[in-house]
């Protein structure tokens, strides 16, 4: 493979590096609209009663890169245990794994296959390294469909007074804000059914839009498999990939393992980073 074509293909990681899955049922589920306008407790609780329910979770999915120049697909093999951890698997041909992420509540685990070398790593060590107070708990909420607190575990009613909620029309809106002035905006229906989220710096001029479409019933519960991400930049997007989820499978016996042949040499977040962003090493 091309270092060009492998470098894209770490940038499928990459987007979740950065920001520190057909259904069972084919039916699709519509978006609907407003079922009239409730106090913000009543609204953000019923929200959190309709969130999708699981304990662990499996699915196959195909991303889609939008590289400017380099588009590409590869197929990523998702397995999670709620609130515990999960793994992302990506095997971009003949079921080949080049890449492998593993994220818990305190580290996070990549193994490049194509280059011998892995990381290991606590959150604690990358304070500095991120531009957002983002935890395991949020980005698992974002390949969930779920609302979250920026850098808290979940959502319960002592959150509330974080959260503005605007209804309006259809629509509503549920905005918060992290301790670095960071904006969150999460958009759902009328059915309290989480639509979007966007995370935006003070100024707008650096921005992560995460859309949810196409929702299909996954044992009785409404959920995207279609996710669009996309990376703004001044308002504009800059790349970002579109995520398709099938094979979709919940609650099922599920170990996590990760092994790590000898040879391999251990990397830095800065190293493995550098090798992802980095045009011309």
């Known amino acids: 493979m091309r270092r060009e074509s492998f470098r894209a293909l770490l940038l499928c990681g990459g987007l979740f590096l950065l920001m520190l899955a057909g259904c069972r049922s084919s039916g699709k589920v519509a978006t609907e609209g407003s079922a009239g306008v409730k106090a913000h407790d009543e609204f953000l609780r019923s929200m959190e009663e309709r969130s999708f329910r699981f ?7 195909s991303v889609e890169l939008d590289i400017p120049g380099k588009p590409m697909s590869a197929r990523v093999d998702m397995k999670m245990v709620k609130d515990s951890a999960f793994q992302l698997s990506v095997q971009p041909f003949l079921g080949i794994e080049i890449l492998r992420i593993e994220l818990s509540r305190d580290t996070i685990k990549v193994a490049d296959r194509m280059n011998r070398r892995y990381l290991i790593e606590n959150y604690s060590n990358l304070r500095g390294q ?3 107070e983002f935890n395991f708990y949020n980005l698992q909420a974002l390949l969930t469909n779920h609302l979250f607190i920026p850098g808290e575990r979940g959502v319960s009613r002592e959150h509330y007074d974080r959260l503005k909620l605007r209804q309006e029309g259809p629509v509503a809106e549920i905005r918060a804000e992290d301790a670095m002035g960071l904006r ?11 639509l979007a989220t966007h995370v935006a710096d003070p100024a707008d001029r650096y921005g992560l839009r995460w859309l949810y479409e196409d929702f299909r019933w996954v044992d009785q519960q409404p959920f995207p498999a279609r996710m669009d991400v996309r990376v703004l930049k001044n308002g504009h997007p800059e790349g970002g990939a579109t995520i398709h989820y099938s094979r979709i499978r919940l609650d099922e016996p599920l170990e996590l393992d990760f092994p790590l042949p000898s040879k391999y040499k251990r990397v830095t977040f800065a190293q493995l980073l550098k090798t992802i962003t980095n045009p011309n090493p």
Do not use: H, Q, S
């Open 184 to 194: 969150y905006t999460f958009r759902a229906d009328g059915a309290e059914k989480l």
């Open 55 to 61: 304990r662990t979770l499996t699915a196959r999915l």
């Open 130 to 132: 991120t531009p957002i």
